[in-house]
Every structure is written in C-alpha cells, then in structure tokens.
C-alpha cells in the first residue's frame, strides 16, 4: 500500500494544485518511483489510498498497467491519516484468509531501498517490522530507539522511522476507520515488544518541504 492521501500543508503552494505525490524529481512523478521499484522487487499488486485531488492520482496512473502491476484505489473522503487509511484499505490489502501481513509506504519519501527485503518477510510474534534509517537534520532526535533488530523504549540507537513497514493485519484489529494516527499504535507496540526492524543506510528523504524537493531536484 502506497499512502498518497495527505494535503501536503508543508508543501504549499505547490500542493495547491498537484497531490503531493505527483510532485516530480527530474520530470517523473515521486510516487512512480515507488511504483517502479515495487515492480522490480517482485510485487504484483498496489493500493493507493487518496483524498486531495486524488483524481489526478488515478488520471496519472490508471490501472498500473504501464508499471507491470495491478493498481487498486481506496479512495477517502477526507484523508483518515496513516492509521485510518489503512484500516479503510484492509479488505483490498488481505482479500483473503491467507493474506495476513502487506507492505506499507509513506508515498512522500524518496529512496532507493529494496523492497524484495520486504516482500517475502514472514512475522511470527511481531505485529509489524519497520525500516529505519539515521536522523535527518529535521528530525535530529530521531524516533524510536533499535537495537538487536528490535525496537525499544530505551536502548540502542535513536533512529528515524522511514515509512516503509511491514504490518500484521492482526495489528489493525480493534481499529476503527476513522482519523486517527499510527504513532500511538507504534509506541504501544514497542511498549510491548512486539515490532521488529531493520537498518537502512542508503538513500532517504522525507520530501516534506519545497526545499527538500529542490534539493531533490539538484
């Protein structure tokens, strides 16, 4: 799943216009990236969750044919935000009883992190695994601390979350679809141990800023 549903308030006034996602770094749409790279790293089906001219989402990327994959929209009102959105999508991310666990991506980060790590990966005890990279400078504090490819509350490396996860279905239950944040559900999962991780030391960016698109862009 690709969560392409935010407004991109930071964005502005770019965002004003175009879905934060169809944003381009050297003339190609930010999510196709996305696309592209889940194509080579195997994965046959996408749900992209969209709200704020999600239209031109889909106008732009139709069915994925073009991309080699099955595109599915879960289109939302109002964006739902991470939580929300995936509770919205879960009848299209686990069709069936056998699909238990799916990859989800922020569609507003950069990177060229290989996704066949993740498209096979089973969890047995763990609720979700999470890649995490080194803090940027505009989250020096980093979020979650890693050690052991574990997260914990207090131990290890400080590190940011990337927004490329793998999650349990399981994880969602009990989760209403409505607005609400997955931070909370992270930190009550890390409270109980029961989220795993991984290191990511290549590229990555959070195109959070006109800036950093720019940057991006040099």
Known sequence: MILAAGRGERMRPLTDTVPKPLLTIHQKPLIEYHLEALKMAGYQRVIINHAWLGHLIEEEIGNGKRFGLQVIYSPEVNALET????????????????AQSFTVINGDVFTDFDFASLRDLRLSSEAAHLVMVDNPEHNPNGDFYFEDKRLNVSRGKKLTYSGIAVYQKSFFDNVSCEIQSLA??????????????QYFLGNWT????PERLAQLNK
Do not use: F, H, R, Y
């Open 83 to 98: 939580a929300g959105g995936i509770v919205k999508a879960l009848p299209l991310l686990c069709p069936t009883e056998q």
């Open 184 to 197: 909370p559900m992270l930190i009550a999962g890390i409270q109980n141990n029961v989220i795993s991780a």
């Open 206 to 209: 959070d195109v959070g800023t």
